[in-house]
């Protein structure tokens, strides 16, 4: 079983993106989810958890900026991203929290100045 995420894209600083991510009911419900980022010679890093019960935490290089969300009919994670910076830029992926899935490809961000 893997996650994919997609919507990446490249994008003027200031600009938007949403990422989507499609999971299983299951895995949805008994764990939490994360969008994750990794930019090249980095170590991916957490940016957003999704919590079973609804609530939500970011970390703070993207509070106000982005927001995590699940659609539960159509089993989706999303990012939305506003106000993209070019430090923004990374692949990111989707997993649970902490990370048990295998890693998806991920979706390529690109922020350009």
């Known amino acids: 079983v893997q996650l994919q995420a997609s919507g990446g894209g490249l994008v003027q600083a200031g600009g938007s993106l949403r990422l989507s991510c499609i999971a299983s009911?299951?895995?949805?419900?008994?764990?939490?989810m994360g969008w994750y980022r990794q930019a090249p010679g980095k170590q991916r890093e957490l940016v957003a958890r999704f919590f079973p019960g609804g609530s939500t935490l970011h970390e703070d290089s993207v509070k106000g900026r982005f927001a995590i969300s699940r659609d539960d009919a159509k089993n989706t994670l999303y990012l939305q991203m506003n106000s993209l910076k070019p430090e923004d830029t990374a692949v990111y992926y989707c997993n649970t929290y902490p990370s048990r899935i295998p890693w998806g490809q991920g979706t390529q961000v690109t922020v350009s100045s």
């Open positions: 009911t299951t895995i949805f419900k008994f764990n939490i």
